[in-house]
């Protein structure tokens, strides 16, 4: 569960924040459903004509979500999102970075045992073009998300929000937006993002955004060779020199681990168009869709008659 859907409902953990309080109120304005916030010492006041509840578990049990999203600072992070995944939460989107190792490990520890996915930490969180957002992406903004069939995943924000608004520019709508987060330890891998797009009957087509460091693109990339769907991916870091740490905690390579080439070339032998620029992507996009369509026309009648949301809006 790491697609939003508008049945989906949201608590904000941090809510009564300056952050907190405007991105709820983007959200709403998106049509996310937010059934309130939490803040120990403000519980009992309405904010944004929303209750706030003194933990996640008093919200559960008032106002039932599925979603928690979080606006706490690192030290407090721990405890909100233990708070989160005990209560029952389906979903934790943890946007917070720089938390202590330890304390991620805890959390992530803690939701695999509850069964809670987790997107984050250090994630810009989720959008879904049509239904609602979860996070600080500008999913309220029809000049950079609009409903279509073509899934981004990014570990940056704001390279994902480059992706989508180039994605539109070009007339080619989005079926999800998900933002897996920058730091080394994660919930919600690349590999994870790209199944779950990958099975979902929205999206036709993928856009994968990635960066130097780590080992998610190669990982990612086996994956992808299983794939029917068009895969067009874009590394950050291509002239980043070996050893520099570049952008987000994870981005770091030694030697040949976790460099452009490295990722290129598996992402390239498992069938994924990589781009060198960000503006190469809607003509990647569109090519490549294309192409499935004419595939299309050679299989069965039953198969070709399936439709799905227009890629084009």
């Given at each position: ?157 704001s390279l994902g929000t480059l ?17 897996i987060g920058g730091d080394p ?88 168009f990589v781009v060198e620029t ?36």
């Amino acid at each position: 569960m790491i697609i939003y859907r508008k049945a989906h409902r949201v608590l904000v953990q941090g809510m009564t924040g300056k952050q907190g309080t405007f991105w709820t109120e983007k959200m709403i304005e998106c049509g996310t459903t937010v059934v309130g916030g939490v803040n120990p010492k403000r519980a009992g006041e309405i904010v944004l004509g929303l209750p706030i509840f003194a933990s996640a578990a008093e919200a559960m049990r008032k106002a039932p979500y599925e979603v928690a999203v979080m606006f706490i600072p690192p030290s407090m992070a721990k405890e909100a999102a233990l708070d989160a995944i005990t209560a029952g939460a389906k979903l934790l989107v943890v946007l917070t970075e720089h938390i202590p190792a330890q304390d991620v490990m805890a959390i992530l520890l803690a939701a695999r045992r509850k069964g809670t996915d987790v997107v984050g930490p250090n994630t810009a969180g989720l959008v879904t073009p049509g239904e609602g957002f979860v996070g600080i992406m500008p999913g309220h903004n029809p000049n950079v998300f609009r409903p279509g069939a073509v899934g981004v995943i990014s570990r940056s924000g704001s390279l994902g929000t480059l992706v989508a608004l180039n994605l539109t520019r070009a007339g080619i709508g989005q079926s999800a937006f998900i933002g897996i987060g920058g730091d080394p330890m994660i919930g919600t891998s690349t590999r994870d993002a790209l199944q779950a797009l990958d099975e979902d009957e929205e999206t036709e087509a993928v856009v994968l955004v990635g960066e130097i460091g780590g080992a998610m693109e190669e990982k990612a990339a086996d994956y992808a060779a299983r794939m029917k769907k068009p895969v067009v991916a874009f590394i950050a870091g291509r002239a980043s020199p070996p050893g520099k740490k570049m952008g987000h905690a994870g981005a770091i390579v030694t030697g040949n681990a976790g460099s452009y080439a490295s990722k290129r070339t598996a992402l390239e032998q498992a069938g994924v168009f990589v781009v060198e620029t960000p503006r190469e992507i809607p003509d990647a996009v569109s090519r490549r869709l294309a192409g499935r369509a004419a595939a299309k026309t050679n299989e069965p009648v039953g198969d070709a008659a399936k439709t799905s949301r227009s890629t084009f809006g």
